[in-house]
Structures are given as structure tokens and as C-alpha cells.
């Protein structure tokens, strides 16, 4: 697909991987409709865009009750349409469930899973009437991976996977065209200075936002749709996982006591609920 001239609706467009994605797409040719809930930082990425003037930058929340009606709204003054959304927006939580904060819980499971299908679903009849169409959804390797720590966030990963193959499936017959990206841990303001250590004392390699949307773009551009997994050998885990769940089960038991180690809790208080910030300082793109 020929980036130049698109249009494109991207969430999350202050995060890191958003950020990364915009001057990338931006670079292309591309129009830009950035969406995310720190305007400030939204007009700062727009000033450093290409042919900034062309670009729109909106401080909507999408949790918010009329989030995706008032978006829809602006997109539908656009002249252009909408030629390719990418619902980039998303939550984390490093937490074990038995001492996870069910309202971080709903918040997670909304912005991951159910914000992307409510949009997808509202932005479906504008996207078929383009000659060619695109949804991008940006999922993670723990939505293949059940890891210790981020059972609700793969969760919510696992659910936009399986709603990303299946509408890829569904669109086969249309000029809309569905891609499903999965990044390996990376470098983004998302993640907890707790799950940086984490991965540092495990050796877990953290991509570069920029990596990401690069990887990105050249799925687009060469026009393949199939999942996308960023990384080795966390590919090559997603395939072990899936054909040899016990080794999996072997390693990340070794992990275990590390792993809870970074976690909300020592392992002595497990089990009773608590939480080391509120829901309004949970990581948000």
C-alpha cells in the first residue's frame, strides 16, 4: 500500500510507539489525525511533523462515555475519509492477579480491547467505501504469551489478537485489509520504571519505539497482512508456546521469584489486595 496521500487515524499518538509512527508516517506522505489525552504533547509532536499544517491533533478520551462518538464526529468532517486506522491506544499493569485492582482491571480490558472494537466497528462502513483500507491493531507478545505479572494486560492482547484474525478473515473479500502487530517489551513511557528493572535483571531486550514503526511501515508498504511478532527470539517462544506449553511453563517457573520481585507485592503479602498507585497514575499511550 502507497502511504502517500492516506489519511490516517492513529491513537495513542503520544506514546511512544504513537510518536514513532507519526513522524514515520507523516515522512511517507500521509495525513495525520492524532489522537490521544495530553493535548500539549499531541501540538509538540505535530510541530515536529512533516508538513505540519496538514496534520489534526485531538485531546479526546476514548474511555470517556461520548470518547469514540466525538472522534467519529470529527472524522466525519474530513473531506478526504479515512483511508487506514491504527488503534495504537493502550494501558499496562504489572501486577499478579491476587493483589491486581479491579478498577485498573476494567480500565485495561476498555482501553485495549473494547475502545479498538468500537472504533473498528464505527469506522468499518467509512472503510469500505475506500478503493483500499487498512486497520492496524497494536497488540503485544504477551497476548501469545501468558507472563507472570501481565495476566490481565495479555489478556486484553489476546482478545485484540483473535478480533484482528478473525475480522482480517471476515474482510477477505473487501479492499479492507487487517494487521495485527505484536512488539516484544520496548522502550515507551508506558512501562513502570519496576517492569524497566524487570527486564534488565532478565536480559529481556527492549526495542526502540522507532524499531517498532519501522517494522510497521514496511508491512504496509509491502503490502503483508499476516500477524506481525517483533523480536527473536520471542518469536520463536510464541511457536513454543503454542506447540510445547510445557517448556514455557519450565522457564518462567525458573523466572518466578524474580519476576514477583518487581511486582505490586513481595511474595509474603500475596493474595491480599493492594495497589501501589491509583487508577490515574496507571501507564497510559
Same mark, same amino acid.
Given at each position: ?26 515522512? !511517507?506522505? !500521509? ?32 474511555? !470517556? ?66 478503493? =483500499? ?100 527470539? =520471542? ?51
Amino acid at each position: 500500500m502507497d502511504i502517500n496521500g492516506k489519511t490516517v487515524l492513529l491513537t495513542g499518538a503520544n506514546g511512544g510507539i504513537g510518536s514513532a509512527l507519526a513522524k514515520q508516517l507523516a515522512s !511517507a506522505g !500521509a495525513t495525520l489525525v492524532l489522537v490521544g489525552r495530553d493535548e500539549s504533547a499531541l501540538v509538540r509532536l505535530r510541530s515536529t511533523l512533516s508538513a505540519q499544517q496538514r496534520h489534526h491533533a485531538l485531546a479526546y478520551d476514548l474511555q !470517556a462515555s461520548d470518547g469514540v462518538e466525538r472522534l467519529l464526529g470529527f472524522c466525519s468532517t474530513l473531506p478526504s475519509g479515512i483511508d487506514i486506522l491504527i488503534n495504537n491506544a493502550g494501558m499496562s499493569d504489572f501486577a499478579f492477579v491476587a493483589e491486581s485492582d479491579p478498577d485498573v482491571e476494567r480500565a485495561v480490558i476498555g482501553l485495549n480491547l473494547y475502545v479498538p472494537i468500537a472504533l473498528t466497528t464505527a469506522m468499518l462502513p467509512g472503510l469500505l467505501l475506500r478503493p =483500499e483500507a487498512l486497520v492496524i491493531n497494536i497488540g503485544s507478545v504477551f497476548g501469545s504469551i501468558g507472563y507472570p505479572g501481565f495476566a490481565v494486560y495479555g489478556a486484553s492482547k489476546a482478545g485484540l489478537r483473535v478480533f484482528s484474525e478473525a475480522l482480517r478473515r471476515e474482510l477477505a473479500d473487501t479492499a479492507v485489509r487487517v494487521l495485527y502487530v505484536a512488539p516484544r517489551a520496548t522502550q515507551t513511557p508506558m512501562n513502570s520504571s519496576r517492569v524497566v528493572a524487570m527486564n534488565q535483571a532478565l536480559g529481556n531486550t527492549m526495542d526502540p519505539p522507532e524499531k517498532v514503526a519501522t517494522a510497521i511501515l514496511n508491512r504496509i508498504q509491502t503490502g503483508r497482512w499476516r500477524a506481525l511478532t517483533i523480536g527473536w527470539p =520471542e518469536r520463536l517462544f510464541v511457536v513454543i508456546n503454542n506447540l510445547l506449553p510445557g517448556i514455557t511453563d519450565s522457564s518462567l517457573r525458573g523466572q518466578l521469584t524474580r519476576i514477583r520481585q518487581y511486582s505490586r507485592v513481595p511474595a509474603s503479602a500475596a493474595g491480599k489486595h493492594q495497589s501501589d498507585s491509583n487508577f490515574d497514575k496507571r501507564k497510559i499511550s
